[in-house]
């Protein structure tokens, strides 16, 4: 019998109660180590965003964009254990998403903190079309009759937990707590290791993405609101300094900061450490390892701070299994769900 906790989203509820932070704010439920939670989350947009001509500067507050589900309170789960959260579906609950282009905000045009003399880009929004029974997203060009479909591939833009020293994190910034990292690794099937900071870890996930490319270029993916389902377990004692991935073809770690060089090195060294400690190398033999067989998938350079993960292929290692195998015995569980 599963042991399930079903947590539904009030549609009528104020955006006000909702969460936009990491860190900060009381726990609206308690999940124990093993149980199964079905929830849903709403879209960065909170649903204001649905026609080209909702322009999100127009119909959204800005204090309210990029809401999370949760925080969850994970019995028994304490400072220097990892939370681990291994997502069995993750869905889109509507049969539309959008993106969209904000005047400097994105890869491809100034900001704040690259300033430029030339004009801002165009406040603009694309409506996709979902269709969840064929897994297709509908890519429909403004400017001309071209409509292609792409696949759909959806995950959580947004996945942490409550940061250190009782730090409060806007929900739109990544860090070691994780946060709003943007990478498409976070779908079905993988297991995300988070460093428990406080007691208790307040878990959160939002910013449902239909799909999105490698880097999140114009800032927006293709944004829809979910249903997930995912379980969650505490690995005692052993504390994942920043946030890791484990699926069944990879293990993945993540660096979260400006320049995006050093996000790069963060993730990289981060995985040289856990090669050192799962095959007992030296630092120096499990960087040559690294080396060798790394890809470093860029998830986000539009964020605050951007985020590179590391993805090393589970194939080319010799068998051996990370945190006792706890991404085996998830993955055996959601199949059996």
Not at 56 to 71: A, E
Not at 87 to 96: G, H, R, T
Not at 147 to 154: A, E, F, I, T
Not at 258 to 266: G, N, T, V
């Amino acid at each position: 019998m599963v042991d399930l906790v079903e947590f539904p989203l009030d549609p009528d509820a104020p955006l006000s109660s909702l969460v936009y932070a990491f860190g900060g704010a009381e726990a609206v439920a308690e999940l124990k180590p093993g149980q199964v939670l079905s929830t849903a989350t709403r879209d960065c947009f909170a649903g204001r965003v649905r026609t080209a001509a909702d322009l999100p500067s127009q119909v959204c507050d800005l204090r309210y964009i990029n809401p999370q589900t949760g925080p969850f309170h994970i019995a028994g789960a304490e400072p220097g254990d990892t939370l681990a959260v291994h997502f069995v579906s993750i869905e889109p609950s509507e049969p539309w998403g959008v993106s969209a282009t904000f005047p400097f905000f994105g890869a491809l045009t100034s900001s704040r903190d690259t300033a430029t003399l030339q004009p801002p880009l165009d406040e603009r929004v694309w409506v996709y079309d979902l269709d969840n029974q064929a897994r297709l997203v509908h890519y429909q060009a403004l400017d001309a009759d071209l409509r292609l479909p792409l696949p759909m591939d959806p995950m959580h833009g947004t996945v942490g937990v409550a940061p250190a020293m009782g730090e409060v994190r806007n929900s739109l910034a990544p860090g070691a707590w994780g946060g709003n990292m943007d990478t498409p690794e976070m779908r079905a099937g993988a297991t995300c290791y988070l460093g428990v900071n406080e007691p208790g870890a307040l878990f959160s996930i939002g910013d449902g993405h239909a799909r999105q490319g490698e880097g999140e270029a114009c800032g927006v993916a293709v944004e829809c609101s979910m249903n997930t389902v995912l379980v969650v377990d505490v690995i005692r004692g052993d504390y994942a300094p920043w946030p890791r991935l484990e699926t069944n073809e990879y293990l993945i770690t993540t660096g979260s900061t400006k320049p995006l060089e050093d996000a790069f090195r963060i993730a990289l060294t981060e995985m040289v450490r856990w090669i050192e400690s799962l095959l007992e190398l030296t630092t120096m033999d499990a960087y040559q390892l690294v080396s060798q067989t790394a890809l470093t998938p860029i998830a986000n350079v539009c964020d605050t701070v951007y985020t590179v993960t590391c993805k090393v292929p589970k194939a080319l290692l010799p068998q051996t299994s990370a945190y006792g195998g706890i991404h085996q015995a998830l993955s055996s569980k959601a199949a059996a769900l």
